[in-house]
Nanobody, 125 residues
Framework: QVQLVESGGGLVQAGGSLRLSCAAS????????MGWFRRAPGKEREFAAA????????GNADSVKGRFTISRDNAKNTVYLQMNSLKPEDTAVYYC??????????????????WGQGTQVTVSS
């Protein structure tokens, strides 16, 4: 059983940056592809970014391309989401997710087996 704990959320002005972290425990981290999803107020949870188990493959949603970067440190059992040029529409609860997957990434909620509790990101205009 894998446990995921997100951190790094907060309040930031539009145009600012935040870096989210997700610490994993309870499994061999390098066996898991990782993803970040988000749920804005009144909306469905949506895909933001994902990274393969080795870090060699990444993918972003169109809405965050060029602004968000996903990375991982397998030695620290941690995945990161660097968020730059933040916009008010990025306001959401951000969730980390994991799945044991030999290659590639997942872009759907159903692709993932384990979820964190989420961290709130609020972008003021």
């Amino acid at each position: 059983q894998v446990q995921l704990v997100e951190s790094g959320g907060g309040l930031v002005q539009a145009g600012g940056s935040l870096r989210l972290s997700c610490a994993a425990s309870g499994g061999t981290f390098s066996n898991y592809a990782m993803g970040w999803f988000r749920r804005a107020p009144g909306k469905e949870r949506e895909f933001a970014a994902a990274i393969s188990r080795s870090g060699g493959v990444t993918g972003n949603a169109d809405s965050v391309k060029g602004r968000f970067t996903i990375s991982r440190d397998n030695a620290k059992n941690t995945v990161y989401l660097q968020m730059n040029s933040l916009k008010p529409e990025d306001t959401a609860v951000y969730y980390c997710a994991a799945v044991a997957r030999p290659y590639g990434i997942g872009r759907r909620e159903d692709d993932y087996s384990y979820w964190g509790q989420g961290t709130q990101v609020t972008v003021s205009s």
